[in-house]
Nanobody, 126 residues
Framework: QVQLVESGGGLVQTGDSLRLSCAAS????????MGWFRQVPGKEREFVAA????????YYADSVTGRVTISRDNAKNTVFLQMNSLKPEDTAAYYC???????????????????WGQGTQVTVSS
């Protein structure tokens, strides 16, 4: 069992930056591939970024490539999402997710993830 708690969301202006954090507790964090997703009310959950258990492989949605960086600190059981040059269309609730899988596994499919956090809201004003 893994518990995930996101933080770092807030209200920012277009062009600003935010760093989201996802703190994990429970089973060995380094055994998990991690992902970030976002969701706007009335729409499906959307993939943002994913990272393998070692951090050696990352994967980004086209909509955020070049503006977003996913990273992890296994010693601190935390995964991060650095978001730069934020746009109003980035406004959403952001969720982190964990998948028990080693190697270079990453996935953009929300259905494969085993655990989810409660989300943190990011609002970008124009």
């Amino acid at each position: 069992q893994v518990q995930l708690v996101e933080s770092g969301g807030g209200l920012v202006q277009t062009g600003d930056s935010l760093r989201l954090s996802c703190a994990a507790s429970g089973r060995t964090f380094s055994s998990y591939a991690m992902g970030w997703f976002r969701q706007v009310p009335g729409k499906e959950r959307e993939f943002v970024a994913a990272i393998s258990w070692s951090g050696g492989r990352t994967y980004y949605a086209d909509s955020v490539t070049g503006r977003v960086t996913i990273s992890r600190d296994n010693a601190k059981n935390t995964v991060f999402l650095q978001m730069n040059s934020l746009k109003p269309e980035d406004t959403a609730a952001y969720y982190c997710a964990a998948k028990l899988m080693g190697g270079n596994y990453v996935s953009r499919d929300s259905r494969v993830y085993d655990y989810w956090g409660q989300g943190t809201q990011v609002t970008v004003s124009s």
